[in-house]
């Protein structure tokens, strides 16, 4: 998911996996250890997938994949990023999202599944989002303003996840990426065709600033 924009504070609150942390650096150290990987585009059939379940934890792999997944998030200034947009159709995702209230979210879950949510408890807001796999176009989704995500933490620990605000949006958005889901099949067709070409005609100049940072950051 696109961020709204670039958290640079060091000093506001932050909960990491769920959990309050006194202290937390600019760049989560999954991301220090990461290498940047290439973000799939809408277009590319692994988008369109539901992905696998994670059914093997605990090993480098998952754990190299979660570090790479945010080094990527942070070279695009996402809030979000779904392992299927780097090419691995497992569903995993990860986050670093500072939300309405100046709390910083960090953390990644697998095998996610969102709390059903009883009708009259609904809520619905209207917010711009964006997608790193639709590099440029932001438009206006409906989403719940509250949600709960459980699943599993990369060593098969579980997690429960509460997000309110423009983090209960990220954590949708993820969900949506592993069912093969993108913001784009929520809008009107119309809007959807507008968004894509806008999409095309800006996603060269999005390409060479991810590459720049990630030079800038040593990625």
Known sequence: MAARFDDTSQDRRVRVQGVPVDS???FAPETERGSVRRITVVGEEVLRRPCREVTEFGTPELARLVDDMFATNQVAEGAGLAANQVGVDLRLFMWDITDDWGVRHVGHI????LDE???EQRRLVEESEGCLSVPGPYRMVARLDRTVVRGRDKDRDP???EGRG???RCLQHETDHLRGHLYLDRLAQRDRK???REMDAAKEETFARRAARAAKLGK
């Not at 697998?110 to 599944?113: F, R, S, T």
């Open 24 to 26: 937390f650096p600019r």
């Open 159 to 161: 997690l429960v996840i």
């Open 194 to 196: 507008t968004a894509l």
């Open 166 to 168: 423009y983090f209960a």
């Open 110 to 113: 697998a095998n996610p599944v």
């Open 117 to 119: 949510v009883p009708p």
